[in-house]
Structures are given as C-alpha cells and as structure tokens.
C-alpha cells in the first residue's frame, strides 16, 4: 500500500544483444584458452610417452618422431580454432548476420513482386461486374 516505487533497470533490445554478443566472445576465448591448455599438456604426454617410455620408438615417418606430426597436426588444429575465433569472429559477428540476412530478405522481397507482376500479366483477374445492391425500404421502381 505504501510501498516505495521500485525502479527497475530495462535493458532494451540493442543493449541485451550487445551483452549477448560480449559473453558469446568471452565464453569463444575461454574456450580457445582451454584448448591451448589441453595442447600443451597432451604435447608434453606424447614426448614422454615417446622418449622416456619408448611408445612407438621405432616408429618414425620421415625420419622425424612420430609424436613431431601428432603435435604438429594438433598445433594446425589449434591454429585454425584461433584464426576462427581472432579473425573470423571479429568481422562476421551478429551484425553481420544481421545484415545478410536482411540482403537476403529484400532479394526475396523483389523476387516476390517480380513474380507477382509476371503472374498478373500472364493471368489476369477477370473483371467483376457490379453488384446491384437494393435497398429494402427503397421501391423498386423509382
């Protein structure tokens, strides 16, 4: 009854998506952060498992240890999941999407009145004859 009026923060649309935005970038990096942990940690298990515990010792393609191209392959794994989240997701974020889809929009938008157009040509609507509409309190011969 005599409770004070409360304000309470809105956020409108564009600021509710930049947030959006902000935490989908933050969670990308964490998770690329995580991936180079996971990187280092598995890269120094293959040279243990190859030096110290002679895993696969023999084996060596192109005269280079095997655990060289296990890394290596990883490191390129490693390197494109930083180009997508450092280079690509800078430049084709949410307004981005935004606008490709609303080009794409107004395309079909024109492509729709161009059918359109084309249909009315080739078929016509036939034209309505007028409706004698009568009055019911009027006389019909007046």
Known sequence: MFSKKQETTKIDREQRELIEYAQYRVKQKKNLFRHFVVFLAGA????ILNKFLDFG???RPGQVDWFVWAILIWFFLFLIHFLNVFLLGSFMNKKWEHEQVDKLVTKQKAKIVKLQEQVDREHPLPEQQKTFISRPDEPLNS
């Open 44 to 47: 120094v298990l293959l040279i």
């Open 57 to 59: 010792a023999d084996f």
